[in-house]
C-alpha cells in the first residue's frame, strides 16, 4: 500500500511539472472541448499561501469525488462525480477575479468506483461526515490529527449542539477516506456508534441542496408529481419480468435505469391482482401510460397513483444518471462452476430477485446477471460486498458492477467495477 501510494503521487507530480511541457495547440484543444471522461480540472500555480479550502469557498461547484493539492509544484486537481461539474468548476474559476495568475486545464481520470455510486445512492455517501458526539474533551486539533488516519482533510468544524454535545464536521480530500471513516468509527467506542456517524452533503453540492428544497416543498405544496404507475388487473400468475417485459415494449430507447421498483399486489379471494411500477421520474411515468392508452393490456386498468406518493430523492436520480441500474453484472466466474441456483441464494439475502442470467465469454469464464425488483436492493448488494467481501470469496477474483440493456438504449456506463480479492490478492506482500 505504501509504494502504490507513493507510485500515484510520483505521477500526479510529473503531470503537474510537465502540463506547461504539452504544445499550445493541445492546451486549447483540452480546454475548449473537453473529453467525456474529464471530469478532473487541473489548477497550476497556485501560490504558497492560497489553500484548497480557499479556493473551495470561491468556488462552490461540486459534489467531488477527490482532491490532491502538490504544492511543492503549485498544483492541484479537483476530480467530480462527472464531467458536466467539471466543466462548472473551470468555467467559474476561469471568471474568478481573485485567481491571481493561478490557471486551468482538464486532467485525465479513471471512472468512477462502482461502490463509490452505489454508496451515494443508498447512503448518500460524500466526502463529508458528521460526527455526534465527539470524544470528551476533544479539540479541533486533535480531531484533525486523530481523523487523518483515514486521509486528508480539507477542512473541519467543531461545533455545540442543541444539546449542549460537542459535534465535528469533518471534509476530506476524498470519498474514500470518507468511507473508511463511516466504516471504522462506528465500530469504535467512544465516537457516537451507529447513529452518531452519518454523512453529510458535500459542503459545495448546491445542486443536491437546491433539488431537496426543491421536492421538499413540492410534497409540502401537494404539487408532488406521481413517478408510480398501476396496473390493475393483472393475472394472478403475471410474473414481475413479464410487467418489466411490457415496459419495455411500451417505451421507446431510454438511458438509465427506468424503473426503479416492481411490485406485485394480490388480494385474498380475486381473481385478478395488481401492479406497481416505480419509474426514474413523472415523464417516463406519462409515457408508459401513454402508450398503455394507445395499446391496453387486456382486463388491465393502467392508472398513476395520486395518494402516498414515494419520494425519489436526489441522490437515487444522481447515482441513475452515474450508471446504476437494478442488475447486477458478476465477470469473470468459472464457466464450469457457475451456478443460477447458487447465485440466486447468495443473493437473495440483498432483496427480491426477478431473474439470474449466464452468459458464458470466449475465455473459459462466465458472466451473470442479477436483476433485482428494487433498485435499492441492487445498490445495498453492491454497498455490502465493497464493506465485506469475506462472505463471498466463492466469487473470489470476479469484478461486481451495474449492467446496462443496450438493447433498450441505455448507454453502458463507464464505472469501474468492484474487484473481489482472491486469498493471494489478500494475503501480506514480503519485502523484496
Known amino acids: 500500500m505504501r509504494l502504490a501510494a507513493v507510485s500515484s503521487r510520483s505521477s500526479f507530480s510529473s503531470l503537474c511539472v510537465n502540463f506547461r511541457a504539452t504544445s499550445k495547440r493541445n492546451a486549447s484543444q483540452s480546454a475548449t472541448s473537453p473529453s467525456p471522461i474529464s471530469r478532473t480540472v487541473l489548477v497550476r500555480e497556485i501560490p504558497s499561501d492560497v489553500t ?21 509544484n503549485k498544483c492541484a486537481r479537483f476530480a467530480f462525480l462527472d464531467s458536466k461539474t467539471a466543466t462548472n468548476f473551470k468555467r467559474q474559476f476561469d471568471q474568478w477575479d481573485g485567481r491571481t495568475g493561478m490557471t486551468t486545464g482538464y486532467s485525465t481520470e479513471g471512472p468512477l468506483g462502482v461502490e463509490k455510486i452505489a454508496a451515494l445512492g443508498l447512503r448518500h455517501a460524500s466526502r463529508a461526515i458528521r460526527v455526534n458526539p465527539v470524544p470528551e474533551g476533544a479539540t479541533e486539533g486533535s480531531l484533525r490529527q486523530e481523523l487523518s488516519r483515514f ?5 473541519i468544524d467543531l461545533e455545540t449542539g442543541s444539546d449542549g454535545k460537542q459535534v465535528v464536521h469533518v471534509h476530506f480530500h476524498s470519498i474514500d477516506s470518507a468511507l473508511r471513516a463511516v466504516q471504522t468509527l462506528r465500530t469504535e467506542e467512544g ?17 443536491l441542496r437546491i433539488a431537496s428544497r426543491k421536492l421538499l416543498n413540492a410534497k409540502d405544496s401537494g404539487e408532488l408529481q406521481s413517478t408510480v404507475a398501476v396496473l390493475h388487473g393483472v393475472r394472478k400468475e403475471t410474473t414481475r419480468a413479464r410487467i418489466l417485459a411490457h415496459v419495455k415494449d411500451a417505451l421507446p430507447p431510454h438511458n438509465g435505469e427506468a424503473v426503479l421498483r416492481v411490485d406485485i399486489k394480490t388480494m385474498r379471494g380475486k381473481p385478478r391482482a395488481a401492479a406497481f411500477l416505480n419509474f426514474a421520474n413523472a415523464p417516463i411515468t406519462s409515457l408508459f401510460l401513454d402508450a398503455l392508452k394507445a395499446k391496453p393490456l387486456d382486463g388491465v386498468t393502467a392508472y398513476m397513483k395520486s395518494q402516498n406518493i414515494p419520494l425519489v430523492k436526489p441522490t437515487i436520480h444522481r447515482a441513475v444518471k452515474l450508471g446504476a441500474t437494478r442488475t447486477i453484472l458478476i465477470k469473470g466466474l468459472d464457466k464450469n462452476s457457475a451456478s443460477k441456483q447458487r447465485i440466486f441464494d447468495d443473493f437473495r439475502t440483498f432483496g427480491t430477485i426477478i431473474s439470474v442470467k449466464i452468459q458464458e465469454t470466449a475465455e473459459n469464464s462466465a458472466n451473470a446477471f442479477v436483476s433485482f425488483a428494487d433498485l435499492m436492493d441492487a445498490l445495498k448488494a453492491v454497498d455490502r460486498i465493497y464493506q465485506n467481501n469475506r462472505n463471498f470469496r466463492r466469487y473470489a477474483g470476479t469484478k461486481i458492477s451495474f449492467a446496462a440493456e443496450v438493447n433498450q438504449g441505455q448507454v453502458a456506463p463507464s464505472m469501474l467495477p468492484l474487484h473481489i480479492a482472491t486469498l493471494e490478492d489478500s494475503a501480506p506482500k514480503e519485502s523484496s
Open 191 to 207: 465516537w457516537g456508534g451507529k447513529l452518531g456517524i452519518s454523512f453529510l452533503t458535500d459542503r459545495c453540492d448546491l445542486p
Open 151 to 155: 486521509g486528508a482533510i480539507e477542512k
Open 52 to 72: 484548497t479550502s480557499q479556493i473551495l469557498d470561491k468556488i462552490q461547484v461540486g459534489p467531488l469525488e477527490h482532491i490532491e493539492h502538490d504544492a511543492l
